[in-house]
């Protein structure tokens, strides 16, 4: 046999597409030519090194002759080592070593020694072959948990490329691994509890708020006033994800290649917290070569938390409003298209001013109010009108430091949260995602309600976004005390939640 076809895929984005590995055996006046075509990168090209010494080195010996090596589509580049599996099963296969099959799909990088090494996106591999028919997926041992997830498929995670031979040749001796089900997973969140900080009732209470509609929230503050331990606590206070959110998640965090061994699949929400001198690739997605997912997209389904938000660079913070407003990033690059989810919630923390004691009555601030504003004109307008809630988070008061109230835990908040987020599921969607059309109607204001806000609206100078905002605010706050209406009680805290930027941004 001259010439063997056996599939593979490759990961874009955080979705899998079918690569045909068809490999050409020829006699050649030069033995030993080995050329693989199809847009590979360097890592692709260097893998004829590793399948030879692996094939060697397992017994199965190289052919004596010139070996083509076809990665198609050709007009898509192709990444990364997993493609040593395939290129190495195609060889064997143009020997007469295995039989031709199209009902396998192979991934997995090759040691020298012929044993199989872990590979980025096995999730979205397998979610592929599901999709194109494809009944058996062999990918190495510590991938199978996470394939695995994808039913509809029998995934084989091996070792050695001696056993993916002898699957190839006696399939039913190997029994595909099976997934890890969410009952099997521990449902309490390994987040820290809110009992553990003092005082902020306020803050926590917006926090609640938040979390009950998933809206995005920016803490000023003092330091050590407890703005990252309340963020910290956030994430916990979050309902569990849904076996679809957990899917989602876990692929992006398989594709960035930080998906820990062994785990099927993420049940808990991301929590991620960028240095601020992240890049605007590092932030958003993308680099050199396939665009990679950013913190943006790590975070998806979760909590995305920026402290000391003026530190940022301010073209980095400027990317983050696409985002927030689709819940997806879009990556265009000459060859392709990627879009990446990033449906998260957003928590930023700030200091008042450089020194970071303006407003606070019990210490001086020692900066200028030209430095003040060149400070907080890092963060900009449009950005902050993409945060629903503003609130302040003032030094911790002695005697709540030492009081023994442990306060409000975190499960009470989750409790509450679950109630009000079932309100709002039985609508079809979260306060923050109402669509424009249903705004008026599910936030229908009597006349007390209505001359608040246009009071709010005159004297906050507040733009149409933020007028949405505050509404969807109040929609929340009503959902909390299981309200069927707005009333003019939920509004006024929902005005209170955007009045904090006025105080210090005007």
Same mark, same amino acid.
């Given at each position: 046999?001259?010439?063997?076809?056996?599939?593979?895929?490759?990961?874009?984005?955080?979705?899998?597409?079918?690569?045909?590995?068809?490999?050409?055996?020829?006699?050649?006046?030069?033995?030993?030519?080995?050329?693989?075509?199809?847009?590979?990168?360097?890592?692709?090209?260097?893998?004829?090194?590793?399948?030879?010494?692996?094939?060697?080195?397992?017994?199965?010996?190289?052919?004596?002759?010139?070996?083509?090596?076809?990665?198609?589509?050709?007009?898509?580049?192709?990444?990364?080592?997993?493609?040593?599996?395939?290129?190495?099963?195609?060889?064997?296969?143009?020997?007469?070593?295995?039989?031709?099959?199209?009902?396998?799909?192979?991934?997995?990088?090759?040691?020298?020694?012929?044993?199989?090494?872990?590979?980025?996106?096995?999730?979205?591999?397998?979610?592929?072959?599901?999709?194109?028919?494809?009944?058996?997926?062999?990918?190495?041992?510590?991938?199978?948990?996470?394939?695995?997830?994808?039913?509809?498929?029998?995934?084989?995670?091996?070792?050695?490329?001696? +056993?993916?031979?002898?699957?190839?040749?006696?399939?039913?001796?190997?029994? $595909?691994?099976?997934?890890?089900?969410?009952?099997?997973?521990?449902? $309490?969140?390994? !987040?820290?509890?809110?009992?553990?900080?003092?005082?902020?009732?306020?803050?926590?209470?917006?926090?609640?708020?938040? !979390?009950?509609?998933? #809206?995005?929230?920016?803490?000023?503050?003092?330091?050590?006033?407890?703005?990252?331990?309340?963020?910290?606590?956030?994430?916990?206070?979050?309902?569990?994800?849904?076996?679809? +959110?957990?899917?989602?998640?876990? &692929?992006?965090?398989?594709?960035?290649?930080?998906?820990?061994?062994?785990?099927?699949?993420?049940?808990?929400?991301?929590?991620?917290?960028? #240095?601020?001198?992240?890049?605007?690739?590092?932030?958003?997605?993308?680099?050199?070569?396939? @665009?990679?997912?950013?913190?943006?997209?790590?975070?998806?389904?979760?909590?995305?938390?920026?402290?000391?938000?003026?530190?940022?660079?301010?073209?980095?913070?400027? &990317?983050?409003?696409?985002?927030?407003? +689709?819940?997806?990033?879009?990556?265009?690059?000459?060859?392709?298209?990627?879009?990446?989810?990033?449906?998260?919630?957003?928590?930023?923390?700030?200091?008042?001013?450089?020194?970071?004691?303006?407003?606070? @009555?019990?210490?001086?601030?020692?900066?200028?109010?030209?430095?003040?504003?060149?400070?907080?004109?890092?963060?900009?307008?449009?950005?902050?009108?993409?945060?629903?809630?503003?609130?302040?988070?003032?030094?911790? $008061?002695?005697?709540?430091?030492?009081?023994?109230?442990?306060?409000?835990?975190?499960?009470?908040?989750?409790?509450?949260?679950?109630?009000?987020?079932?309100?709002?599921?039985?609508?079809?969607?979260?306060?923050?995602?109402?669509?424009?059309?249903?705004?008026?109607?599910?936030?229908?204001?009597?006349?007390?309600?209505?001359?608040?806000?246009?009071?709010?609206?005159?004297?906050?100078?507040?733009?149409?976004?933020? #007028?949405?905002?505050?509404?969807?605010?109040?929609?929340?706050?009503?959902?909390?005390? $299981?309200?069927?209406?707005?009333?003019?009680? #939920?509004?006024?805290?929902?005005?209170?939640?955007?009045?904090?930027?006025?105080?210090?941004?005007?």
């Amino acid at each position: 046999m001259a010439l063997y076809r056996t599939r593979s895929a490759a990961v874009y984005g955080i979705d899998a597409h079918l690569i045909d590995v068809e490999v050409d055996m020829y006699p050649s006046s030069s033995p030993r030519d080995f050329i693989t075509v199809g847009m590979p990168d360097t890592a692709v090209r260097e893998s004829r090194e590793r399948i030879k010494s692996a094939l060697l080195n397992s017994g199965f010996g190289f052919p004596n002759k010139g070996v083509t090596i076809n990665l198609a589509p050709a007009n898509v580049r192709k990444e990364g080592a997993g493609f040593d599996l395939p290129m190495a099963m195609g060889i064997l296969g143009a020997m007469g070593t295995v039989a031709a099959s199209d009902r396998f799909l192979f991934v997995g990088e090759l040691s020298l020694d012929g044993s199989l090494r872990p590979i980025r996106g096995s999730l979205s591999v397998a979610v592929c072959a599901r999709s194109q028919g494809i009944a058996n997926l062999v990918v190495p041992a510590e991938n199978a948990a996470e394939a695995a997830v994808a039913e509809g498929v029998n995934v084989f995670g091996l070792k050695h490329l001696s +056993e993916v031979v002898a699957l190839m040749k006696e399939p039913d001796r190997f029994t $595909a691994a099976s997934a890890v089900r969410s009952d099997q997973i521990a449902a $309490a969140s390994s !987040a820290p509890d809110f009992r553990d900080v003092k005082g902020q009732t306020t803050a926590k209470r917006a926090l609640e708020v938040a !979390a009950a509609g998933g #809206h995005n929230v920016l803490m000023v503050g003092p330091p050590g006033s407890g703005k990252t331990m309340l963020a910290k606590r956030f994430a916990g206070i979050l309902p569990p994800l849904t076996f679809q +959110e957990a899917l989602q998640t876990t &692929q992006v965090h398989s594709v960035a290649g930080i998906l820990p061994r062994g785990v099927g699949l993420l049940y808990d929400r991301p929590f991620r917290a960028p #240095h601020h001198s992240v890049s605007d690739a590092g932030l958003i997605g993308g680099g050199s070569g396939t @665009p990679k997912p950013g913190e943006v997209s790590l975070a998806h389904n979760g909590v995305l938390f920026l402290d000391e938000l003026p530190e940022f660079p301010r073209n980095v913070l400027e &990317q983050l409003r696409q985002p927030l407003e +689709e819940r997806a990033v879009t990556l265009a690059r000459a060859n392709m298209t990627l879009c990446f989810p990033a449906a998260f919630m957003l928590v930023a923390a700030m200091n008042p001013c450089p020194c970071g004691f303006y407003g606070d @009555p019990t210490r001086e601030c020692r900066c200028t109010p030209a430095i003040i504003q060149r400070y907080l004109g890092k963060v900009s307008g449009p950005l902050l009108d993409r945060i629903d809630l503003h609130i302040e988070v003032p030094a911790v $008061a002695y005697k709540d430091l030492r009081s023994n109230d442990n306060g409000v835990t975190s499960e009470q908040m989750r409790e509450r949260i679950l109630k009000a987020r079932a309100i709002q599921q039985a609508r079809g969607f979260y306060n923050s995602e109402i669509p424009p059309r249903q705004l008026r109607t599910l936030c229908a204001l009597d006349d007390a309600g209505e001359r608040t806000l246009e009071m709010a609206v005159r004297r906050m100078s507040l733009s149409a976004r933020a #007028h949405d905002r505050i509404l969807k605010v109040a929609r929340t706050i009503a959902d909390l005390s $299981a309200s069927p209406g707005v009333s003019g009680k #939920h509004l006024a805290e929902a005005v209170q939640y955007r009045s904090l930027d006025r105080s210090y941004w005007t």
